[in-house]
């Protein structure tokens, strides 16, 4: 018991510090682009259910592979708020809650929004690549998947889950989550599952390329420091 305590305090330990001092003194207050994409989200699901707002909805975040790129791409920041009509929206909306909740108060709202969007773009621009290399190809999807809707808020969800959990050292929770896309592609093959794959691609290309630029900004210090120096550099936040 005392072994899977201090396991998880190495692993969730500094993300529930972050986490627990604004949450209890500013309640919503410490989340308010989260609370704002859930009204989104719901309001989009609720007008996409109507026969009235289906077209709407579908004009203005609905992604397909068929779609000319700049239109796409015009669409692609607001589907990141656009639920499956397949799934239940309860579950789009506490995944939102959980994880661009935790994601805002870690990294502030824009960076959240920023991860959110890379996520979604990867699985976007993927779906476009895999169709062009055709159903032989390693990473390729057959011509029928032009037609289908973009995976929406679960890559982005995926995204600053892996993300997040890389930047705050829960990497077991985000090699997890990584795993768990991987079983879900093996075990219902589709395009959705493969966008997901595609949006930790991307994150971790992104984590990737954070670290070295950390590691470049510290190299002065560093030196600095071997040279006699006396300064003390706080960390550089991301």
């Known amino acids: ?22 949450l209890p003194k500013r309640r919503l207050q410490a989340i308010p682009m989260t609370i704002a994409a859930v009204c989104l989200t719901a309001t989009l699901h609720f007008v996409h259910n109507q026969s ?12 397909r592979a ?7 791409l015009l669409r692609t920041p607001l589907s990141l708020f656009v639920p499956a009509l397949d799934l239940p929206v309860w579950g789009a909306l506490a ?18 929004l920023a991860i959110a969007y890379i996520a979604t773009l990867a699985g976007t621009l993927y779906a476009r690549l895999g169709i062009a290399l055709g159903p032989h190809a390693p990473l ?21 889950a892996v993300y997040v959990g890389w930047r705050y050292g829960a990497h077991v929770t985000a090699a997890g989550v990584t795993t768990a896309m991987v079983v879900e592609v093996v075990v219902k093959e589709n395009l959705a599952g493969k966008e997901h794959l595609a ?9 990737g390329a954070t670290a070295l630029l950390h590691r470049h900004r510290r190299a002065p210090v560093r030196l ?3 040279a006699g120096s006396d300064r003390d550099l706080p960390p550089l936040r991301t």
């Open 140 to 160: 390729g999807l057959p011509a029928s998947d032009a037609l289908v809707v973009d995976a929406g808020p679960s890559a982005a969800v995926v995204g600053l």
């Open 1 to 22: 018991m005392r072994t899977l305590a201090r396991w998880a305090r190495a692993e969730w330990g500094l993300l529930w510090v972050t986490v627990r001092e604004p």
């Open 199 to 207: 949006a930790i691609a991307g994150v971790m290309a992104l984590c």
């Open 66 to 72: 068929e779609d000319p790129l700049w239109l796409g």
């Open 95 to 112: 995944q939102i809650l959980f994880v661009f909740g935790i994601a805002e108060i870690c990294l502030g709202w824009w960076r959240t």
């Open 52 to 63: 009235w707002g289906y077209r709407f909805v579908q004009n203005i975040g609905a992604v």
């Open 224 to 226: 600095g420091r071997r």
